[in-house]
Structure formats: C-alpha cells, structure tokens
C-alpha cells in the first residue's frame, strides 16, 4: 500500500500547514492534505469514476526510475518511458543550482559534499480510459501566485525576486520531468473547485465508509427512492424515514447508505449550484462535475 513522503500528523506535517487525513473507501486507506487547497483537490479526484490510485505528497526521484504505472496490474504488457530523474533533468535546463542541496561533512576526508535533497510533488492521479491506465500530475497552490513563491509562502525572504526565480526553476524541473515520461502537470488552485462543490463532496466522503450491515434489495429501493424523489421533491429526509420504518433499518445506517449512492453517482443530482441537505429537496444534476472539470483529468491537452 502506497505510504506519503510527508504525513497529515503532528509529527510530520508543516506547523503552518491545513492537515487533513481524508479516508477513502476507493482506495482503503487515508489520504495525507498539507492545505485547504489540497483538501479540495482530493475531494474532487476522489469523486472521479475514472481514478484508480493516487499517490499525494510523492517523492519525486532523483535517478533514473521506472515509470510510475511500471509493473502495475492494470498495465500489464503496456511499455512506459522512464523517469530521468530530477537531478539529470536540471542538468538538461541549466537549472542545477535551484535543485535543493544539503551540505553534509564527510567524517574520512574532513570536507564537505552537496547531497541532493528530493523535490515532494503534491498529487500523482492514476486514471484509465477507452485507450488503458495513464498519470497526471496536479500541482497545488493558494494562488497562481503562489507558483513563482517558494515553500516558504509569505513569510519574508531576503531576494524576493531569487526566490521567485528558483519557485519557478523548481515548477519547470518537475513539469519536465513528468512530461518526458508522457505524463502532462495540471496547475490547481484554490478558487479552481468552488466552495459549494467542495461541502458537497466533503459531506459525502465523511460518510462514504460502509458498514456491511444492509441488504441488496433494500439498497436497491433506497436508490430507486432516491431517483423519484427528484421528480416528487420529496426531501431525502423522507426518503430515508420511509426505508426506516418499511425495513426497520437504523436510520444512521440508511442515511449512510443514501449517501453512498450519491457519492458512487449512482443517482447524480446537482453539486455545483445545489447545496445536498437532509431537509431539502434534491436537485437533479445540471453540472456534471466530472464533465465541467475534465480538463484537470484528460491525458492529454485538448
């Protein structure tokens, strides 16, 4: 199971760091976010059909390295290109100053010697579609101004413009690293995913969990329920009382299950411009999510 380079705990995230674990069922583990925006991204790639792995806060190698889809059982008998590695890719741009370095004292000679110091990238999305599995690479920032500041955000450096200028050597040495093993870096921000969106899918991933407890034919009608309710405007509240006392479920349990559905869009209502609320009736779905942010999931440049 794929393990962070940087944990959302006390022990390893950044002080000044949002931290969130974030469970997902998909998955069967937690997802490590070191910010708010982060939080919102995973919601949003969590919730695409089409991911299969994600690999957050992702080492990226200093050598040569195999591809990231490499000996992965969805890609079996597929050929990748290799990953370069971020030292010889600097190399490549005339960028190997702004790599990170670390001095360390050799205790046989007495002297000193720069070791490299690995880059962390933000979020690796494993997707397939008609034509098998691919990667895209999503880097996350506050702002677009963020992407020429360092990792020292707004605290005060003593050469704002170095600062900026090694941000931005260190964003094109990780872009190019990425794009000669065929993988395109998407940039996301935080006003990329609008704040509705997000407490929607937010409320649905707190209670995507299931508990083993229900039954196929009563899932079944819950959905069935559900997909008429958005012709009724019965309220999902109702709904869920009804399959409470009809089969005599713990009403956490059907609320759990009424959840779920929506959350696997297995009935697909409004996320966008609707808030999804116990009390009121849901609206069907106008903005497909998936659709309306493609452009942040497709392998290629369209």
């Not at 990748?80 to 971020?86: A, I, L, S, V």
């Not at 397939?128 to 360092?150: H, I, M, Q």
């Not at 819950?222 to 713990?250: F, K, M, N, Y």
């Amino acid at each position: 199971m794929y393990q962070p380079s940087i944990k959302a705990t006390r022990e390893e995230a950044p002080a000044i760091s949002c931290a969130a674990e974030m469970w997902s069922e998909k998955l069967q583990r937690y997802v490590h976010a070191l910010s708010s925006p982060e939080q919102k991204a995973v919601l949003l790639a969590l919730f695409c059909p089409q991911l299969f792995e994600l690999q957050e806060q992702r080492m990226l190698p200093l050598g040569r390295r195999p591809h990231p889809l490499a000996g992965h059982p969805r890609a079996v008998g597929l050929d990748f290109p290799e990953m370069r590695g971020t030292i010889q890719v600097a190399e490549s741009l005339d960028l190997l100053r702004a790599h990170s370095w670390l001095r360390q004292r050799d205790t046989e000679t007495d002297g000193e010697q720069l070791v490299p110091i690995p880059f962390t990238g933000d979020m690796l999305l494993f997707l397939a579609d008609d034509l098998g599995p691919y990667c895209v690479n999503w880097t996350v920032k506050d702002t677009e101004e963020d992407f020429s500041r360092s990792v020292h955000l707004r605290r005060r450096v003593r050469n704002p413009s170095g600062d900026a200028q090694d941000a931005r050597a260190r964003h094109a040495i990780e872009e190019q690293l990425y794009f000669d093993a065929g993988i395109r870096t998407v940039r996301v921000i935080e006003s990329t995913i609008p704040d509705r969106l997000e407490c929607n899918l937010r409320n649905l991933l707190l209670h995507q969990r299931r508990r083993g407890s229900g039954a196929e034919h009563v899932e079944r009608e819950l959905e069935d329920r559900i997909r008429a309710s958005l012709r009724t405007g019965e309220a999902p509240q109702a709904v869920v009382l009804a399959v409470v006392h009809r089969h005599g479920w713990q009403y956490q349990d059907v609320r759990q299950s009424l959840y779920q559905i929506l959350w696997e869009r297995r009935v697909r209502v409004e996320m966008i411009d609707a808030s999804i609320l116990m009390d009121q009736s849901l609206v069907p779905e106008r903005n497909d999510p998936i659709q309306r942010y493609a452009h942040l999931f497709n392998r290629e440049v369209r």
